[in-house]
């Protein structure tokens, strides 16, 4: 199995900074395509972005050119910078790996961006 950890969250004013964190373990060789997904309040946990094994990224439209994802393979890390941050971004971020038969989850991390 693989088992996720993230850090990172926490609370910030708007137009401010986080860099989350997920760091994988167990059966990292199985792991394709990593990213993040976030459960915001009232809405559907929606996928904010997106790094394949090599590498190829993609991010929802409503973080584009805030939000950057990368892949540290030789730490077994990906990482979700966030910038500019606005308070419709506060939510709980969750890490997800898609190995061949599977979806792992991370236990997820709260994001709260103040007016």
């Known amino acids: 199995q693989v088992q996720l950890v993230e850090s990172g969250g926490g609370l910030v004013q708007a137009g401010g900074s986080l860099r989350l964190s997920c760091a994988a373990s167990?059966?990292?060789?199985?792991?394709?395509?990593m990213g993040w997904y976030r459960q915001t309040p009232g809405k559907q946990r929606e996928l904010v972005a997106s790094?394949?094994?090599?590498?190829?990224?993609g991010v929802v439209n409503s973080v584009k050119g805030r939000f950057t994802i990368s892949r540290d393979n030789s730490k077994n890390t990906v990482y979700l910078q966030m910038n500019s941050l606005k308070p419709e971004d506060t939510g709980v971020y969750y890490c997800?790996?898609?190995?061949?038969?599977?979806?792992?989850w991370g236990q997820g991390t709260q994001v709260t961006v103040s007016s």
């Open positions: 790094i394949s094994s090599g590498g190829r990224t």
């Open positions: 997800y790996a898609q190995t061949v038969d599977s979806v792992r």
């Open positions: 167990g059966r990292i060789f199985s792991i394709q395509d």
